[in-house]
């Protein structure tokens, strides 16, 4: 088997298994690996990543233009390029709108928080590179800002973008980032996200070369510190380092993102008004059906 045959193959099976996963619907998403030194093999526009086969690839060289193929390359070819040239170790690159992950590039919410371990070590943060319109000039121009420092992140109001050193290590990416957007939601409806210190990101960070992770940049768990230091986007609009955030002490000594809730079932309180009352001031407060409806008669009660 030829090297080009692998990678055909290789590519049919990830858009097989994003498929499979939901990460895209439909002809979404979009796969590309280098083939050489100047040349890249990419999935065709107009196909199901769980249906294709090897020779629907199309081979383009750097700047776009198609060697080889009977389809066109994918739509999104604009933005794999932009990552190609900017990133000579990247070897593949993945798109896809895992639904999770896409919700929080929905909602604008980045998961760049200091979560789990595993997340720190691999990826590290998790931005959104802000709203383009899709398969236009835009977009890569907005993942450009964060592609020198990061191997994964959302595009906002579209979906996820990762690469790596090869198909698989790409890909895998993809499926972190749908994990972590998956514990990251649940932790939240759970209403409690308690996040790792800032030293223990730190050690994380050492832990990287232990394992051999390459990562495209280091961790700076101090925004704080990057902006007085001109890191960061400060200086030239690009990302030079992953912002995470992470408390200097630890979360379960008292830093919480979600008060705790008030509990309006206890005996000390007499009735869904002394709840909403007591509440006052504490910012949340969570009723049952039958609570709310007591409110709501005590208040047309008042109104007569
Ligand atoms: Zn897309």
């Known amino acids: 088997m030829t090297i080009e045959s692998r990678l055909r193959a290789d590519i049919v099976e990830v858009g097989r298994r994003m498929y499979a996963r939901e990460y895209t619907d439909a002809n979404a998403g979009n796969i590309s690996v280098r083939l050489g ?32 193929g009977d389809r066109d390359p994918s739509t999104e070819m604009l933005m794999h390029l932009e990552v190609y040239r900017h ?33 720190l070590t691999t990826l590290g943060s998790i931005p959104i590179a802000e709203y383009a319109t899709p398969s236009t000039a835009e977009l890569p121009e907005a993942v450009h800002k964060y592609i020198k420092a990061h191997d994964g992140m959302l595009l906002a109001n579209h979906g996820a973008l990762t690469v790596g050193p090869d198909l698989f290590a790409a890909y895998y990416k993809m499926e972190t980032i749908e994990h972590f957007a998956k514990i990251s939601l649940v932790a939240r409806m759970l209403g409690r996200e308690n996040l790792i210190t800032r030293q223990e990101v730190e ?51 008292g830093t919480r993102l979600v008060p705790d809730l008030i509990d309006i079932r206890g005996g000390s309180i007499r009735s869904a008004g002394d709840a909403l009352r007591q509440a006052q001031g504490e910012g949340e407060i969570r009723l049952t059906y039958r609570e709310l409806s007591a409110l709501i008669e005590d208040a047309i009660r008042n109104l007569r």
């Not at 086969?53 to 700047?63: A, N, Q, R, S, V």
């Not at 960070?205 to 925004?223: E, F, N, S, T, V």
């Not at 230091?229 to 002490?249: E, F, K, L, R």
């Open 37 to 68: 030194a100047d040349r890249l093999l990419m999935t065709p526009k107009n196909v199901c990543k769980g249906f294709m086969t090897p020779d629907m690839m199309c081979i383009t060289d750097l700047d776009g233009r198609k060697l080889q």
């Open 87 to 119: 990133r000579p170790d990247v070897q593949a690159v993945v798109h896809a709108h895992p639904p999770t992950a896409t919700g929080f590039a929905v909602a604008g919410i980045p998961l760049d928080r200091a979560v789990l371990a595993e997340v």
């Open 203 to 253: 050690r994380l960070q050492g832990l990287r070369g232990m394992y051999g992770i390459k990562a495209p940049a280091p961790i700076c768990a101090d925004p704080a510190s990057v902006d007085a230091g001109g890191g960061s986007t400060a200086a030239t609009g690009v990302a030079d380092c992953q912002i995470v955030q992470a408390p200097s002490v630890p979360s379960s000594s």
